[in-house]
T-cell receptor, first 112, second 115 residues
């Protein structure tokens, strides 16, 4: 089975940097995704890590350590529009359909 | 930019009724998925579909649920006899058949309310 943990809520200030952590315990592992979800909307893809290390994409970066079962999403130069839920999701190894198992999401509130 | 579309955006039905939720995946994608999200809870996998058959399904996807790709563009989720606890947002997703890209593109969702 899969167990994915991330903080429920975080608050940060506009212009600052915030790090959202995710830990997972899984029977297999074949990649970790971060999605952004605004209230009432669909999740949108942010990043995908399958190897250890940091992936940078503009203001967003994602890090993975497979040995520690740990990932984080780093958001720089926060903007008000970054207020959303951030979902960590794991792709299980070997499953043919590549289903994603999601954590509960971290609701980020960006304040002026 | 191509996108996944879903209809209707909101469906209200009475308990025990059948509902069909419709999705049009991105045209060159070959993997299709249904997820659901009960209000305030996490996104949960229901089923994945590839090569005209179910490739995986979760415990939630019991005999009340079925999926179909009736033509070259639509992908549907049918709930035969709806229950109150089926009230949720249902998301369709698709991805291309690639060994380098595993990104799943989500549709805007259908909010199902069972009364």
């Amino acid at each position: 089975g899969q167990n994915i943990d991330q903080p429920t809520e975080m608050t940060a200030t506009e212009g600052a940097i915030v790090q959202i952590n995710c830990t997972y315990q899984t029977s297999g592992f074949n990649g970790l995704f971060w999605y952004q979800q605004h209230a009432g909307e669909a999740p949108t893809f942010l990043s995908y890590n399958v190897l250890d290390g940091l992936e940078e994409k503009g203001r967003f970066s994602s890090f993975l350590s497979r040995s520690k079962g740990y990932s984080y999403l780093l958001l720089k130069e926060l903007q008000m529009k970054d207020s959303a839920s951030y979902l960590c999701a794991v792709r299980d190894k070997g499953n043919a359909g590549n289903m994603l198992t999601f954590g509960g999401g971290t609701r980020l509130m960006v304040k002026p | 930019e191509p996108e996944v579309t879903q209809t209707p955006s909101h469906q209200v039905t009475q308990m025990g009724q059948e509902v069909i939720l419709r999705c049009v995946p991105i045209s060159n994608h070959l993997y299709f998925y249904w997820y659901r999200q009960i209000l305030g809870q996490k996104v949960e996998f229901l089923v994945s579909f590839y090569n005209n058959e179910i490739s995986e399904k979760s415990e939630i996807f019991d005999d009340q649920f079925s999926v179909e790709r009736p033509d070259g563009s639509n992908f549907t989720l049918k709930i035969r006899s709806t229950k109150l606890e089926d009230s949720a947002m249902y998301f369709c997703a698709s991805r291309e058949d690639s060994s380098t890209s595993y990104e799943q593109y989500f549709g805007p969702g259908t909010r199902l309310t069972v009364t």
